[in-house]
């Protein structure tokens, strides 16, 4: 990635719309080099913008899918203990001294790499995702900080090991849960929102060329006149996409409320929101 | 030059609370270098590099927009929009506007500020919006300086100036009565709002004019929601607000960290296992575990609404009631100077529109005024056997008793029986003894007073009330 510019022409090969702002974040987060958090609304795009920075980057992609009581047993690396156990066993036959054995199980043969050591000492260059990092808990993420900002961690048996080359992270975050200044600090920080109308139609249109014209832009002003309810889970752009597709299923080439309310389920999520759509289904579709 | 400009930018983001540090500062510049002084480029450099929290946003935007984004004149993003019309159309619509029954309008009228403003926004002529914000920030400057806390209140003056509540009630009405055509209202509304925009902006500049740097800091203060009077948000930044007030509360009930999750039964009571196995020659067949000690405390509420805080305290029900799950119980009271339990409004439902109800249907008072004395005595009488050792009670509300009589024992036969008093006030401190206040004759009976009328209090307060009441401990 040698410019902005680059950034934006390669994302667009690789069917990702960006605007000037992303790119731009993109292209420091590369450059600087620092890790990337992005937060927004679920569904707006947050973990496909890694997957896509790895095939830009021509990278390997690493995910690490966070959750409640991640630790680095399951971050970092383990050991294979019954792999171990097995070469004691193997070498006590030939009556070696324990330093010897010490020093042949304690490899990296014997080393069960999670997503992070593995990005760190992988030789080709490696995007790494750290998704929904909200939902992990605060030990961890002192703990992510730690690995993050040397791009080194070290394993006591072994010693400190050091990135071959620092791979471009990225963190999602739906914004369940604050996190730590020191982290913050540490990162850029991009907020991604809903689209707006032209992006959405844009993104649709691209990711859906069989869809009739009219069609598209039906949909897209009757999603973003949805987000505009107050939603618990209001639509994001990836329900938008699955709801295209339903449309191409189907055959469709106009909404009408029958459709709309048969196929709503696509969209909305929650039982309570349904309700509040279903009824405003005829007005929502006027204007479109 | 540009460097040292950002340099500055940095330090008054800084000075408005937005949390930075030299890293950031550096990462900024090596950013800007990188992505270039290019509009956009240059913005979302500096964006991504110093603001790490979407709550900053607005703080940064107004900042930017102050350093990079002159606007000595109406400017495109302020031009209104401009319907096709012909020169006559404009008297016609003036006259259906604010004549009545389509007499001719008099010439006075015409050259009234509701007159000129009619024209302006249904012409939507750039000059004439531009010269009406001007003359209506005109008007509003010697009195700036009275009034600085309030930039809401000030916008409101300079509208009033140019009659424009009256131009929008009589606007509203001629399109309720299909006098003028919806295309027409569309567009006035939509023009109205540019000049909003301009007044605001103007504003802002006439303040820092006046006040400088000073006049700087209340303008960002204005955007700052985490400042923000619980009392003052609108209605979106309310809901953002109570957005962060519930992750605040999530980050503090996972703080302790949820690695040791512990099972139904509790902990595994590693001694009592040994003793128990010595009847089984010392093997363990079973696990015996600690039993779940639960320890959540129960929560009462009094709360006051009379008018002075009714918005703090509803703001507070709403926080307080997102937390619930963290008590083993809350029960709630409202009063002004008659108390009642409201707890049965809340019972699984939307906590919003349950606080609404209980204000509707509780007999809060007789005479509209806070009355803490009458309030406690009757508490005190009434629920005092509620109050236990596990008890937290909290009250929130502003110790203005309107000169009337204070009740001490009571008061402190409450708070002798709860295991914590925590009452928030959403006054500043300064404030607290001066004139009607009570709140130093209470004080003393409390475990901690506290200042709370924004997020950055509310922060704070929740930390030290939640870390004290060590809630659900094993």
Request: aromatic share 10%; glycine share 6%.
């Amino acid at each position: 990635m040698e410019s902005i510019e680059d950034v934006l022409k390669k994302l667009n090969n690789h069917q990702y719309l960006a605007d000037e702002k992303l790119a731009t974040v993109l292209y420091l987060a590369y450059r600087l080099p620092r890790p990337l958090l992005v937060e927004g609304p679920a569904g707006v795009g947050k973990t496909e913008l890694a997957k896509v920075m790895a095939r830009v980057l021509g990278a390997k992609f690493i995910r690490l899918q966070c959750y409640e009581g991640l630790d680095e047993a399951k971050a970092l690396y383990e050991w294979n203990y019954q792999q171990q156990l097995l070469k004691i066993q193997y070498e006590s036959r030939e009556e070696k001294s324990w330093e010897d054995i010490k020093g042949d199980i304690f490899t990296e043969e014997f080393l069960f790499k999670r997503p992070i050591l593995e990005a760190l000492t992988s030789r080709e260059p490696v995007v790494l995702l750290v998704d929904e990092l909200d939902k992990s808990d605060s030990e961890f993420e002192s703990f992510l900080l730690e690995a993050l900002s040397d791009f080194q961690v070290s394993i006591p048996e072994i010693g400190t090991v050091k990135a071959q080359r620092i791979p471009f992270v990225v963190m999602t975050s739906n914004g369940t849960r604050d996190f730590e200044d020191a982290l913050k600090r540490r990162c850029l920080h991009l907020y991604i929102n809903y689209p707006d109308y032209h992006m959405e139609l844009a993104i649709i249109k691209l990711k859906n060329p069989g869809l009739a014209e009219g069609l598209a832009s039906q949909l897209t002003n009757f999603v973003q006149k949805v987000r505009e309810l107050s939603l618990k889970k209001p639509p994001g752009i990836s329900e938008t996409l699955d709801w295209a597709r339903t449309m191409i299923i189907l055959g469709a080439d106009k909404l009408e409320e029958d459709l709309v309310k048969r196929t709503l389920p696509v969209l909305i999520k929650y039982q309570q929101d349904m309700g509040k759509v279903e009824k405003q289904v005829p007005s929502l579709l006027l204007g479109s | 030059m540009m460097e040292e400009k950002i340099l500055k930018f940095a330090r008054d983001l800084r000075r408005a609370g937005v949390p930075l540090a030299l890293p950031e500062v550096m990462d900024a510049l090596r950013g800007i270098e990188l992505a270039g002084f290019y509009k956009e480029r240059f913005r979302a450099a500096l964006k991504a590099t110093l603001v790490k929290d979407e709550m900053d946003g607005p703080l940064f935007d107004k900042l930017f927009e102050i350093y990079f984004q002159p606007q000595p004149e109406l400017k495109e993003e302020y031009l209104g929009k401009t319907k096709d019309f012909s020169s006559k159309d404009i008297p016609v619509f003036l006259n259906r506007v604010l004549g009545c029954d389509g007499r001719e309008l008099a010439s006075g009228i015409q050259g009234a500020p509701r007159g000129r403003l009619a024209r302006a926004v249904y012409t939507g002529s750039a000059p004439d919006m531009e010269e009406l914000a001007r003359e209506g920030i005109e008007m509003l400057a010697p009195h700036i300086e009275d009034e600085l806390e309030d930039f809401e209140g000030l916008v409101y003056k300079a509208k009033a100036a140019l009659e424009w509540f009256m131009f929008t009630f009589y606007l509203d009405s001629r399109r309720e009565k299909g006098i003028i055509q919806e295309e027409e209202y569309l567009v006035c509304r939509e023009n109205l709002k540019s000049l909003e925009n301009r007044l605001r902006r103007l504003l802002e500049e006439e303040i820092i004019n006046q006040f400088q740097e000073k006049g700087l800091d209340r303008i960002l203060e204005y955007q700052n929601l985490r400042r923000k009077d619980f009392s003052r948000l609108e209605e979106r930044e309310r809901e953002k607000i109570s957005h962060y007030a519930r992750k605040m509360g999530r980050k503090l009930a996972t703080r302790e960290g949820r690695r040791k999750k512990t099972g139904l039964k509790g902990q595994v009571d590693l001694r009592n296992t040994i003793r128990k196995s010595v009847q089984t020659g010392g093997i363990p067949l079973k696990l015996r575990s600690r039993g779940r000690r639960i320890e959540q405390p129960d929560l009462l509420v009094l709360c006051d609404v009379s008018g002075s805080v009714a918005r703090f305290s509803t703001f507070m029900l709403l926080f307080i009631y997102s937390l619930q799950e963290r008590f083993r119980y809350v029960r709630t009271f409202l009063f002004i100077d008659l108390l009642a339990e409201v707890t049965d409004y809340f019972k699984g439902r939307d906590p919003a529109r349950s606080i609404q109800e209980a204000l509707e249907k509780a007999n809060l008072s007789d005479t509209n005024n806070s009355d803490y004395g009458r309030v406690f005595y009757h508490f005190a009488s009434h629920y005092s056997p509620f109050i236990t050792s596990r008890t937290v009670l909290l009250i929130l509300g502003d110790a203005k008793n309107n000169w009337r009589s204070e009740e001490k024992p009571s008061f402190q036969e409450m708070t002798r029986r709860a295991r914590r008093v925590y009452w928030l006030n959403p006054y500043p401190e300064e404030t607290w003894n001066t004139r009607d206040s009570v709140m130093k004759i209470y004080a003393p009976y409390c475990s901690r007073v506290m200042e709370c009328r924004n997020l950055e209090q509310l922060a704070k307060v929740t930390e030290e009330i939640l870390s004290q009441e060590g809630v659900e401990a094993i």
